[in-house]
């Protein structure tokens, strides 16, 4: 039997997420290690001193120090969890960036209640966007016309990445505050208004999975769900081609 | 049957506080949480701000700020004879100083409602900029403070006074409980005044 | 600020039951008020726990009840599920629990565990009730307006509760009533305990329950300021288009929203947890304190490590105003200060485990009597446990990413809160029930209201551990559909949650009627025991060594005959050589 099937944790699908998962394991062990420890006492000794067997207390109870010295264990522990794990993941995952060159770069703009994914397109620059140009219909992004970078950009309700490159994700909401959350790729933030924040992960498995929002945001908070479909290198290039063609002839159509 | 709560008046031994000062005391670190907590949020809206006016870019005016925190000043320093008056057993003066406090404390609710005033009649309302809705927030969380003084002083001075005739030790307490707080509604003042009319 | 009681020996109807200034009697109002909110809270929540296992079925009877605006057909609206949720987190936590272990048994006890006869301003207390009264009528008033009670959640993020309806305008006017009552009432608390101890009382002999109090007081005093200024700002956001939670540029549905802008949404977040965090500590450490007296007065034993206790918790109240940032994890932190937050948590984690483990060797060499108030103690203990050890998986932020909003948050401080300090103050209640009406609750019916408790509290909240770590999303109205694996029509949908992860809704759902249904036994033996339970013959009927049991049952206005002198320690039972196996702190020998 494999250990690490223990905990009902669901598939994973992106190259860190198995720390993440490894802490979740090592913590557990440790809750249950003493979860059962103390249990296994608490049962022992409310069957030993019940006051059937035991009809007089001892004034001076106990004389030991092992607690003391389970609780600097357990201390010892947990600094270990977090110098040894949690810290390094966080600063070489969380707050970085990721260093390769084979990056997508996107960004995806939570709204009530859907996902909103942007393509920088072909230049690989995004256009410009402005609030004054949304229309939830044709323009959610709210991009600027008049920016050459917007017009090869590519916009999506679902978020499609390709396999076994890193995706460098830039997140905000125009409205109130979401939470992005991939529990496949193990990646969950906060996305907040007025803040861009990134996240990024290197999907390991092509298929479809999904987008949740994690975060109350309003009465359709329960459905704010988008498709996240990992593509080969090559799908995921030919779903570009289409969409840049798609939109280039919808982005005429909307502006001339 | 114990009838009375113990050291209602006198002094524990091993606090050397009585009830009442003790419990003014929590209250003013209460005060000082919750301005704190104001002064924070002013830190960080205004680190976090791309555009921050100073006081006077909104019409802020330095003098009459000035002006009412000389009077705050001396009010305090009256509420401080008040209380010196009751040591010394002269009631009569007593009246007098907290009197004076009142006074000052309604010249500086009045300079406040000008000041309040001319910023509306100008557009220059809450919802008009953040600067201005932190500075609407910080006075007027002060000056309801300043309200909250008046009517505690105000019911000491008239009919509270009334137990200087049966109690006046613990008439005395009452008045530098007062007192305590009056000081530590002027020294929000003594904050604000810079941070809102200066920097 | 007043020391007469004595108004009150010829007092009236009013002053004597409804503006009463004697603790006593405001603890039992405070108490009545209390249980009467957690009955709405957990109604509230029966109610949502229906639409989570049978989403959009119509709730069969009382579904007609709710009006077309919130239940059309018996079907639940998303409206109303929100409205559920933040009010039955609300009302719990505020207007339920707090008042009942700080209010209630704070109220009633502590002046009577220090030899006190009254608190130190009997006025400022009667206050603080109203003040409690008028934010729970405000809360309660909340449910008609237009819209409906607020619905964003009992953290009432902006933007969302900014452009929320009217609900949270009252809301926020109610948080500010209870936050009055509770500042008065911290004051009061402190200055009670440091001030009017009888002779004797030292700080070292104060029972543990004391001393939780004060700490308590303490926490509510300093902390509770925080949320009083997030609650102005969102008010001023709300009622005078301020701009203190409003970053520049909202489009709400497509409209460009009319604000200044400028401001910080996290600002609120940071304003809200620095109250907030303290305030869980505020729920657990009087039941802590709670259970001490129990487990000491019922192992016969004194408790192992009284000092240590005292210590940690004292350590344990400074840390909680330092760990508050662990609820935002995910709201973009650098590494220094996520660093610092997971540090200071794990810190925090180590006295709980201090206190904790002192009660389970207290049970070591005792002399264990299982009576109700014993059993309910005793389950405290692994139930608190799993609360906090799945603190620790949340306390680490790389885990927390996993978990963070999940069902395994709402399972972690479900069985902190429900089957830890409900359990607490259910024992506190058979506990003290004889010192408070001279009766005794019926042990029949207790036995009949704990194990079915115990064990559907279980039911209920270990399923969602599993769903939280299956990745279920928190404050979902359709319970997780949206996420299945499969569509109805079995057709693969690229979700995570399978048939079965969501299907344990319907087994926590029933696990929640049926504790329903064995609350009955309590309700009833608590009403019937106050006028028909069993008398007690003596006034220290556990056989108790604190100085509550020195007065009469009920205690009389201004507590004690005498004023009680205090010898010892709090906990002596089973002094060796001593002629009977407890050695009250009020009686010279031993
Ligand atoms: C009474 C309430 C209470 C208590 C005591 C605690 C205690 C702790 N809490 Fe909890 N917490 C909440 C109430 C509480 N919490 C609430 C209400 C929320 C959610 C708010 C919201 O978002 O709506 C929350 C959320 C919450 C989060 C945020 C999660 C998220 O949103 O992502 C975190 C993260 O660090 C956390 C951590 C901890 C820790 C480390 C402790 C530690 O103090 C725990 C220490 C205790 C122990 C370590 C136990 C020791 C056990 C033993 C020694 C074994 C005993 C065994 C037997 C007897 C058999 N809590
Ligand atoms: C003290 C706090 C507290 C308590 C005790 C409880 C108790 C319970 N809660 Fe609650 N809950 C919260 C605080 C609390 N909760 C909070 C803060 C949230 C988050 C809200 C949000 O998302 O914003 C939440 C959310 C929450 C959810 C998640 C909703 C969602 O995310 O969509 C669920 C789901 O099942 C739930 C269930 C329960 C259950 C089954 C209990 C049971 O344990 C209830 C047990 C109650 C009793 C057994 C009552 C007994 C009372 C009596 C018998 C009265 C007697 C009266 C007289 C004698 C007069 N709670
Ligand atoms: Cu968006 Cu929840
Ligand atoms: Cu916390």
Redesign the interface.
């Known amino acids: 039997m494999n250990l690490m099937n223990l905990l009902p944790l669901p598939e994973l699908a992106s190259a860190h997420g198995y720390k993440i998962d490894f802490i979740i394991y090592v913590v557990h062990g440790l809750m249950f290690a003493l979860f059962v420890g103390w249990a296994l006492f608490i049962l022992y000794v409310l069957f030993r001193f019940h006051r059937r067997r035991h009809p007089k207390a001892s004034y001076h109870g106990i004389h030991t120090h092992w607690s003391t010295g389970l609780e600097v264990f357990i201390a010892i522990f947990e600094v270990a969890l977090l110098v040894g794990l949690s810290i390094p993941f966080w600063s070489s995952h969380v707050d970085a960036a990721p260093n390769r060159t084979d990056t997508v770069e996107l960004r995806v703009v939570g709204e009530q209640f859907a996902w909103n994914v942007h393509y920088p397109g072909a230049d690989g620059v995004f256009g410009k966007t402005d609030i004054i140009h949304i229309d939830q219909q044709s323009n959610p992004l709210g991009i600027d016309p008049n920016d050459p970078h917007g017009k090869d950009d590519i916009t999506s309700p679902n978020l499609h990445l390709p396999i076994g490159r890193p995706a460098y994700i830039h997140l905000t909401s125009k409205d109130v505050i979401h939470c992005f959350s991939l529990p496949v790729m193990r990646v969950k933030q906060d996305v907040i208004p007025g803040m861009s924040i990134p996240v990024w992960f290197t999907p390991t498995k092509t298929g479809e999975f999904e987008i949740a929002c994690a975060q109350l945001c309003g009465l359709g908070h329960y459905k704010m769900r988008a498709g996240l479909i990992i593509h080969s290198d090559e799908d995921f290039q030919s779903w570009l081609d289409e969409q840049a063609a798609a939109s280039a002839v919808e982005y005429d159509d909307f502006f001339n | 049957?114990?009838?009375?709560?113990?050291?209602?008046?006198d002094i524990?031994p091993d606090?050397g506080?009585?009830?009442?000062k003790?419990?003014i005391w929590?209250?003013l670190?209460?005060?000082v949480?919750?301005f704190?907590?104001?002064f924070s949020?002013y830190v960080?809206?205004r680190t976090?701000?791309?555009?921050w006016p100073l006081g006077v870019d909104e019409g802020l005016n330095i003098w009459l700020g000035l002006v009412n925190t000389i009077v705050l000043i001396t009010s305090s320093v009256t509420m401080v004879m008040a209380w010196a008056s009751l040591k010394m057993q002269d009631f009569d003066k007593f009246k007098k100083f907290l009197g004076a406090t009142l006074l000052l404390s309604c010249v500086f609710l009045v300079v406040k409602a000008f000041e309040y005033g001319g910023k509306f009649a100008h557009g220059s309302?809450?919802?008009?900029?953040?600067f201005l809705?932190?500075y609407?927030?910080l006075t007027g969380?002060h000056g309801l403070h300043i309200i909250g003084g008046m009517v505690v002083n105000g019911y000491f001075w008239g009919p509270g006074s009334k137990m200087w005739k049966t109690d006046p030790e613990r008439f005395t307490g009452?008045i530098e409980?007062a007192g305590l707080y009056w000081h530590f509604v002027d020294l929000v003042w003594i904050f604000l005044f810079p941070v809102l009319y200066l920097l | 600020m007043d020391n007469s009681l004595d108004s009150s020996h010829s007092a009236s109807f009013w002053r004597k039951y409804v503006f009463s200034i004697d603790h006593k009697w405001i603890g039992i109002q405070y108490g009545i008020t209390g249980l009467l909110f957690l009955l709405f809270g957990f109604c509230l929540m029966l109610l949502m726990r229906w639409q989570l296992a049978y989403p959009e079925r119509p709730l069969p009877f009382f579904g007609a009840w709710f009006g077309e605006l919130r239940m059309p057909e018996g079907v639940m609206l998303p409206e109303f599920y929100n409205q559920l949720g933040a009010m039955h987190g609300t009302i719990m936590i505020f207007l339920g629990v707090v008042p009942l272990a700080v209010g209630a048994f704070g109220n009633y006890f502590v002046p009577l565990q220090i030899g006190a006869p009254d608190m130190a301003f009997p006025r400022l207390n009667m206050a603080s009730y109203w003040a409690y009264f008028l934010g729970g009528v405000t809360m309660l008033i909340s449910f008609f307006v237009p819209g409906g009670a607020a619905n964003s959640g009992w953290t009432s993020y902006p933007p969302l509760a900014v452009i929320a309806t009217t609900g949270q305008t009252l809301w926020l006017f109610g948080m500010i009533f209870l936050i009055t009552s509770s500042l008065l009432g911290s004051i009061n608390f402190i200055v009670t305990i440091f001030q009017l101890r009888a002779p004797g009382m030292t700080l070292m002999r104060m029972p543990f329950f004391v001393w939780t109090q004060l700490t308590t007081a303490f926490l509510l005093l300093l902390a509770f300021p925080a949320l009083e200024v997030a609650a102005i700002l969102q008010l001023m956001d709300r009622l005078a288009d301020t701009s203190f939670f409003m970053p520049s540029g909202l489009v709400v549905s497509g409209e460009i929203q009319d604000y200044s802008g400028g401001g910080s949404v996290l600002l609120y977040q940071h304003l809200f947890w620095f109250l907030a965090h303290p305030e869980v500590y505020v729920l657990i450490l009087p039941a802590m304190g709670i259970i001490t007296e129990i487990i000491a007065n019922n192992t016969r034993k004194p408790i192992g490590g009284y000092k240590p206790m005292v210590y940690a918790l004292v350590f344990l109240g400074f840390m909680s105003f330092v760990v508050w940032a662990h609820h935002m994890f995910l709201t973009g932190m650098g590494t220094a200060i996520s660093s610092f937050f997971q540090a200071t948590t794990m810190i925090i984690s180590i006295p709980s485990i201090v206190i904790l483990a002192a009660l389970m060797l207290t049970l070591w060499g005792g002399s264990i009597r299982f009576n109700v108030p014993m059993l309910f103690a005793l389950a405290f203990l692994p139930m608190f446990g799993i609360g906090g050890l799945t603190g620790l998986p949340l306390g680490l932020s790389t885990a927390d990413i996993h978990l963070h909003d999940t069902y395994y948050v709402i399972g972690h401080f479900h069985y902190v809160v429900a089957p830890g300090t409900l359990f607490a103050l259910f024992s506190g209640i058979y506990y003290w029930f004889p010192k408070v009406t001279g009766r005794k609750m019926n042990e029949f019916l207790g036995h009949l209201h704990f194990w079915p408790t115990f064990i559907s509290m279980n039911i209920i909240f270990m399923p969602m551990l599993i769903q939280g770590l299956a990745g279920m999303s928190r404050r979902l109205w359709d319970g997780g559909l949206t996420y299945a694996d499969t569509t109805p029509e079995g057709v693969l949908t690229g979700g995570i949650l399978t048939a079965g992860i969501i299907g344990l809704h319907k087994v926590i759902s029933m696990g929640a009627w049926t504790m329903a249904l064995f609350q009955i036994p309590f309700i009833f033996n608590f009403f019937w025991s106050i006028w028909w339970g069993k008398k007690v013959t003596s006034d220290n009927p556990w056989e108790a060594t604190t100085l509550e049991w020195a007065a009469p049952s009920p205690p009389p206005h201004g507590n004690f005959a005498t004023v009680p002198v205090t010898y010892r320690g709090p906990y002596e039972y089973s002094v060796p050589d001593a002629e009977r196996d407890f050695s009250p702190q009020f009686q010279e020998t031993i």
């Open positions: 049957m114990s009838d009375a709560i113990p050291y209602a008046v524990r606090t506080l009585n009830n009442g003790m419990g929590l209250f670190a209460s005060e949480m919750l704190g907590g104001l949020s960080l809206l976090g701000a791309s555009h309302v809450p919802s008009k900029n953040t809705a932190i609407f927030v969380v009452r409980i």
